[in-house]
């Protein structure tokens, strides 16, 4: 039987493309989002291409029971996750701690953590039955430094990789690897999202030098993924050549 993966997020950007790395190497893939109908979509393709089992989750990460709800009741044959990729998240809003949205800011805390802690603690109990389990949590480079009006954001990926150390060493006694990997700026729908689906403003964050793709971020999920059981990356951070770290980006004028 084939290793099975469950990816959040996977309607779009980095989750989209891991499914089609995991799927191209014959792994079977629960793939979960809010889209209906891109999960749908996504779904018929893998299998199409691929000839390896999809099944598609539709549920919101920040709704606790839902989450349980999907996770608890999966199929038997789907029980067996032997890899958790925590990838669905957001940015809302670029704007100054005092002028930013409340409501911004409880998304992405209920999305970005809170939405990460439900998917582990439900499939969790899976890989601690089989003694074997990887949970790989994307972070970010702005998990790793703070840059003016990134506030809440930033804060929400301090927070995973500050819940990535904490899983790595609870885990421990039940063999579970964990990897944080923390990106630079990728060009998926991630700025449409932020900008609240201004695509000028989008537009601008990759002008005048190439960021990563959605694609180099799903082979570097992979090559954490695919390692002998006894070595595990815990932490990583990648970014394109042009930039070095939040505050500097090298670009074409
Ligand atoms: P995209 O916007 O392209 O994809 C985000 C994915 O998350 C979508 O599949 C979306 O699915 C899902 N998602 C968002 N909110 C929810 C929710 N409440 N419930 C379920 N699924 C949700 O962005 P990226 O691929 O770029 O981002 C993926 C992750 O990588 C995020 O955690 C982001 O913070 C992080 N990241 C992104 C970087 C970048 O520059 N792009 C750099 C570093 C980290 P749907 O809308 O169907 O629910
Ligand atoms: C996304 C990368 O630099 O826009 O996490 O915060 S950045």
């Known amino acids: 039987m084939s290793d ?19 799927a191209s190497n014959g792994f ?3 793939i ?9 979509e996504i779904k018929k393709q ?3 291409k691929f000839q390896t089992k999809v099944l598609a989750l539709e549920f919101d990460v920040q709704d606790k029971k839902a989450v349980f709800n999907a996770i608890e009741n999966l199929p038997e044959e789907w029980k067996n ?6 990838n669905a998240g957001l940015a809302l ?10 409501d911004d800011w409880e998304t992405m805390i209920n999305t970005n953590l809170n939405g990460l802690l439900y998917v582990s603690r439900a499939v969790l109990p899976y890989m601690i039955k089989n003694k074997k389990g990887h949970i790989i949590n994307m972070g970010s480079v702005a998990g790793k430094e703070v840059y003016e009006k990134g506030n809440v954001y930033c804060a929400s ?18 063999k579970i690897k964990v990897t944080s990997i923390n990106p630079g700026a990728a060009e998926t729908e991630f700025s449409k999202v932020r900008f609240k689906g201004d695509e000028g403003m989008a537009a601008k964050i990759y002008e005048g030098y190439k960021a990563l793709s959605a694609e ?13 059981p006894h070595l595990c990356i815990n932490d990583l951070t990648l970014s394109c050549v042009a930039q070095a770290n939040c505050y500097y980006t090298y670009k074409d004028s």
């Open 157 to 174: 990926k301090f927070a995973v990789d500050a819940i990535s150390q904490g899983m790595r060493i609870d885990l421990l006694r039940h």
């Open 4 to 22: 099975i993966v469950l990816i959040t997020g996977a309607t779009s950007g980095f989750g989209k493309a891991s499914a089609e790395k995991f």
């Open 81 to 86: 996750i032997s890899i958790l990729v925590n």
């Open 216 to 228: 180099d971020v799903a082979d570097v999920i992979y090559y954490c993924a695919s390692l002998p």
């Open 46 to 48: 893998l299998e199409e």
């Open 32 to 40: 979960t989002g809010r889209r209906k109908e891109r999960l749908d």
């Open 28 to 30: 079977q893939l629960i």
């Open 93 to 102: 809003g670029r704007d100054y701690f005092e002028e930013a949205s409340m």
